[in-house]
């Protein structure tokens, strides 16, 4: 379906298109989201990339407005600037939803452009009262499991280790999307692994990439696990991830109340997420989801999730074989 310099997605609605000279950056952009590519079609969204150094003798004057890591925000009255701290560059305008993308790096041109694209759709779906929350999502017999895992607790791991099993289909390995009716809906992305750990992954369909602050990583095709995607489908059980300093590895009952506090931090905050547009239409994440209804709607779904939910906590240890055999016998013994 990929033209030439260009290739069309559609988002649950959201068309966008992304252009470029450099069909590396298409083409390694379309592997990412293959999932949901489309025809050509007129675009929502419309993304724009070039191979060649920022030229910031053409920009305004502009003070900074958010700092992080890995860029520095301007806000202006057309646009918004968004510096890759000299390596790139993406120019937002506002109102359009155009975007441009700057850079003679390859790596960073594909990862501004992956970024651009999360942060379009996330917009777009919040404004659907569809929200994402920072998990692992898996089905098994047409229900949904979530399992909220720490910061760089092993989801992609754990994932494939799932897929392997053959016991679950994959919602998301990073983040699915929540409803107002409770239902997980499909959102599959690309992996990342650490070099080393894609021994057994074909290698049509990985790929080194290095990333702003990570570093190397090897990246794994949607394509691969394409026939494993769950469909749409209700949530039934939520896992609350917790490490442990020891090699033990159980999962026991937990309360709701425990599920709503993480719920609140991996979705109605979004720690975790990529909250790009956010970041860069407010002067912060508080302020954003401090916006009544966006805040609202984002608690609504969580709380319809804990209502139809069995809330457990999946206590995770030292020993990886042994929290993967822990969590495939609770699966294998589940009943809905």
């Not at 053409?58 to 600037?81: F, M, Q, T, W």
């Not at 239409?281 to 609202?296: D, E, K, P, V, Y």
Request: charged share 25%; proline share 4%; with cysteine.
């Amino acid at each position: 379906m990929v033209s030439v310099g260009s290739v069309c997605f559609d988002f649950y609605g959201l068309r966008v298109e992304l252009r470029s000279a450099d069909g590396s950056t298409v083409e390694r952009v379309r592997r990412d989201f293959s999932f949901f590519e489309a025809a050509p079609t007129a675009p929502e969204v419309t993304i724009e990339v070039f191979d060649e150094k920022p030229d910031f003798s053409s920009l305004p004057d502009l003070p900074a407005s958010i700092h992080s890591i890995n860029y520095v925000c301007y806000r202006g009255k057309e646009a918004i600037y968004t510096d890759y701290h000299g390596a790139g560059l993406r120019v937002s305008d506002l109102g359009q939803r155009e975007y441009r993308v700057f850079s003679d790096s390859a790596d960073l041109r594909h990862e501004i452009s992956y970024l651009t694209v999360l942060s379009a759709v996330g917009q777009y779906l919040d404004s659907r009262h569809i929200h994402r929350v920072h998990a692992l999502g898996i089905s098994k017999n047409d229900k949904a499991i979530l399992i909220l895992l720490p910061e760089k607790g092993g989801k992609t791991t754990l994932a494939l280790r799932l897929l392997e099993s053959g016991q679950v289909k994959l919602l998301s390995e990073d983040s699915p999307l929540i409803t107002r009716k409770g239902e997980v809906l499909p959102f599959p992305l690309r992996l990342g692994i650490l070099p080393g750990a894609e021994l057994d992954i074909p290698e049509q369909y990985r790929h080194p990439a290095n990333f702003m602050g990570v570093g190397t990583k090897i990246l794994v095709d949607v394509a691969y696990y394409t026939e494993a995607v769950s469909p749409p489908c209700p949530c039934r059980v939520i896992l609350l991830g917790k490490r442990t300093l020891g090699c033990d590895s159980r999962i026991e009952s937990a309360s709701r109340l425990s599920a709503a506090k993480e719920l609140i931090k991996n979705s109605v905050v979004g720690l975790g997420l990529h909250q790009g547009m956010e970041y860069l239409l407010g002067r912060s994440i508080w302020q954003t989801t401090g916006n009544a209804r966006l805040a609202f709607s984002r608690l609504r779904n969580c709380l319809t999730l804990l209502r139809c939910s069995r809330v457990y906590r999946y206590h995770i240890g030292h020993d990886m074989e042994r929290n993967h055999e822990v969590l495939l016998g609770f699966l294998d013994a589940l009943l809905f």
